[in-house]
């Protein structure tokens, strides 16, 4: 290219910047991923304190998982044309063959009303009066910011003085060390707790749970997960209900772990001897989720 006319187009792409600047117009960039993602979540958390304000529940946030982008059929298929292309390409065939398919799936795909909908795993929280709602429901909203319909995953109700647990149980902060994040160890435990609760259901579901958060209190006491401090401290606590005049310091403890041949499961025992009468020996027994057997 010859200096002049390099000169020329420089010229006229100055004079172009130039008046788009004079009219006052610059770009501006559009909201980012994080953004939209944050503005949906509050649209939801507002669409959700309306909703549940008029059956005279109170709505709280806990928190979020992965949002999940659910496409129509229409569009999957594109994506799926376009991902073979992609891969043909990178291995040198040819491609021919697949634009027609391509062109053909963008006309089926204009013509689809179906909504792309983006699903939000939600954790909250309802109350009313002393009963507390825990919920786990999978919300689908368009791209509009509309909730569309909303699947509940899991629920279950508790009082007042487990409410504090049950909030740090749905959201699995910290447990046995406040380091600024939930450890391994914790959880290890939450996972364990929670696919055994979600088998449950009613009464059973809500005695579990009622031991769990009991046990939560333990381990942090303890500042660990550990088997033999937690039973030690359930058989206690259930001696105490059941023996009067019960002081823990007139016992001995002992404790084992076991593995149940019918069940296959772990189960914990711990030995409660009275110190003034070598006689009496107390016996409790529970589960691998420190549910009591007896």
Same mark, same amino acid.
């Given at each position: 290219m010859s200096g002049i006319h390099f000169l020329g187009r420089f010229v006229s792409v100055f004079i172009l910047v130039g008046s788009i600047a004079s009219c006052g117009l610059k770009y501006v960039p559009g909201p980012s991923l994080d953004d939209l993602e944050k503005t949906r979540k509050e649209k939801l958390e507002e669409q959700l304190a309306h909703d549940f304000a008029a059956v005279n529940k109170t709505y709280v946030s806990l928190t979020y998982g992965e949002t999940v982008v659910v496409?129509? !059929?229409s569009y999957q298929r594109l994506d799926s044309l376009f991902e073979v292309k992609y891969r043909m390409s990178k291995s040198g065939l040819s491609t021919k063959e697949l634009d027609p398919l391509i062109e053909n799936q963008k006309m089926v795909l204009l013509s689809d009303t179906t909504e792309v909908l983006y699903m939000e795993t939600h954790w909250f929280e309802l109350f009313q009066d002393s009963t507390y709602e825990f919920v786990i429901a999978q919300c689908f909203l368009n791209n509009k910011?509309?909730?569309?319909?909303m699947d509940v995953v899991d629920e279950f109700q508790t009082g007042k003085s487990n409410r504090e647990w049950a909030e740090i149980y749905m959201k699995e902060d910290w447990l046995t060390r406040d380091m600024g994040y939930t450890s391994?160890?914790?959880l290890a435990f939450y996972s364990k707790m929670?696919?055994?609760e979600f088998? !449950?259901?009613g009464a059973e579901k809500n005695a579990f749970l009622e031991n769990v958060f009991q046990v939560m209190r333990i381990a942090?006491?303890?500042?660990?997960?550990?088997?033999?401090?937690?039973?030690?401290k359930l058989a206690a606590i259930q001696m105490k209900k059941e023996i009067?005049?019960?002081?823990?310091?007139d016992y001995t403890y002992s404790f084992k772990k076991e593995n149940n041949p019918a069940t296959k499961q772990d189960e914990y025992i711990v030995e409660a001897a009275s110190i003034s009468d070598k006689r009496v020996l107390v016996t409790r027994k529970f589960d691998e989720f420190f549910m009591p057997l007896y």
């Open positions: 496409k129509p !059929l910011n509309v909730l569309r319909k391994n160890e914790d929670k696919n055994k088998s !449950l259901q942090r006491e303890n500042k660990n997960t550990a088997a033999q401090g937690i039973v030690l009067p005049n019960f002081k823990e310091t």
